[in-house]
């Protein structure tokens, strides 16, 4: 999966050693924002020191972030984790100069809406109109 927007927070680097196998760990949690008309948040957290050097986010970048979401359970509660495992900048490939310009195709707007040919409610049973039962079956 992928999201791109802008980087809104950058929170503090965790560290520590693993307890099963003794070695360093790091990892440094980010939330981007995805612009629209409702704009949207989403935090992600990058593991490893190399990947985040790697990475070198900063605040309000534009990025697209792939990401892989996963849970797990501690303590009978669910949890969710998105981690990123790739980072690209949002700069737009510049026009070759002397290249040829490719102008947009026109977007369609939504098709029309066409009225029903058929009553979705059709008449009344005139035979049963004298019923004193108002039950359909």
Known sequence: MELTGRIIAVLPANS????????????????????????????FRIFGEDRIKQFNI?????LTVQFDIDAHEYNG???NEIRAFN??????????????VQEAAPVAGPAPVQPATENPFPPADPASEGSTDDLPF
């Open 16 to 43: 520590g050693v693993s307890q099963r196998t003794g070695n360093a760990w790091m990892s440094q949690e980010y939330v981007i924002e995805v612009p629209g008309t409702y704009p949207r948040k989403c935090m």
């Open 58 to 62: 900063q605040m309000n970048e534009e």
């Open 77 to 79: 509660r669910w949890f």
């Open 87 to 100: 980072i690209s900048r949002g700069v737009a490939p510049a026009p070759v100069a002397g290249a040829p």
